[in-house]
């Protein structure tokens, strides 16, 4: 087939692409041409590279138009974070594209009440980020309904792989946590260490999308969350992203404070615990975690995209 990866060359697209070329398919890569990927395998050079500004594109209404043309059977969005946007990309592709396939997120959904979260909780999102996937989504899924463009959402955890910093145990970006961790030193956490993170290795969302491209039939008008089988605590995942086996967590409960951390897209968090943890680890020094993912569907045929 013909697919058209839009924002191929980040942390996603760096796996996905050669997938899809050592799967026989075609592949076209759209992206602002300033990154190179993440990985750089030989598939790369039997990819064809079509630069452009989504962003300025969409300020002049030819991005959709600019998709169109290049005449895909399948068109993979890993970079659309705004309804117009998707909307602007929907009519251009109605009639001429056989599947379009977007990447959420699992922001779409509000604060958790168990875990893994299923695709059709009722969880209103909270921060801009979130909300704008969750209508994304559900657009996608109403167009899909109405006899429209067949579209696929699938929402993925906090992504991680080579080439990035992992969300942390304080649910951000911060590399000073693991300078902390690796020193010894005490890290405050939130809510007693209690708070959740789910994770994604970026390769196996790559193969989530590879099956949804390869069973349309299964995958349209679904949304599928893809993370691991297993959240994360803020306090167990230190453990877990270390080198060696002599660390082991200390909790000290400090009552009557509350705690607030930056999370992605500079949402801010409050914690508003009244009981924190000073979590402390001997000297380690992290190391990635590989994390497969899981499709958190209810029961489906076993053509399901998220299947073997």
Partial sequence: MKIVVIGGSGHIGSFLVPRLVRA???????????????????????????????????????????????????????????????????????????????????????????????????????????????????????????GGLAATSLHPGHIVGPGWQPIGPLGNLDPEVWYTLSAGHALKVPDGGTALMHHVHADDLAQAFQKAVEHREAAAGEDFNIVAPSALSARGSPGLLRVGSAARPILNPSRGTSSGHRTRKGMRKQAGSTCTATTVFPSARPSHSSVMHRCMNRRRPSSSPCSG
Wanted: with cysteine; proline share 6%.
């Fill in 24 to 146: 026989g398919h075609e592949v076209t890569n759209v992206s602002r041409g300033h990154r190179k990927p993440y990985v750089d395998v030989p598939e790369w050079k039997d990819v064809r590279h079509v630069a452009a500004d989504r962003e300025q594109e969409d300020r002049s209404g030819t991005f959709g138009d600019l998709v169109a043309g290049l005449n895909a059977d399948v068109v993979i969005d890993l970079v659309c974070f705004t309804l117009e946007s998707a909307v602007g990309l929907v009519e251009k592709l109605r009639g001429a594209t056989g599947h379009l396939l977007h990447c959420g997120s699992i922001w779409r959904y509000g604060p958790s009440r168990k875990v893994p979260i299923p695709e059709d909780a009722d969880l209103p999102p909270v921060g801009e980020y979130g909300i704008r996937k969750d209508a994304i989504a559900r657009m996608l899924k109403a167009e899909t309904a109405g």
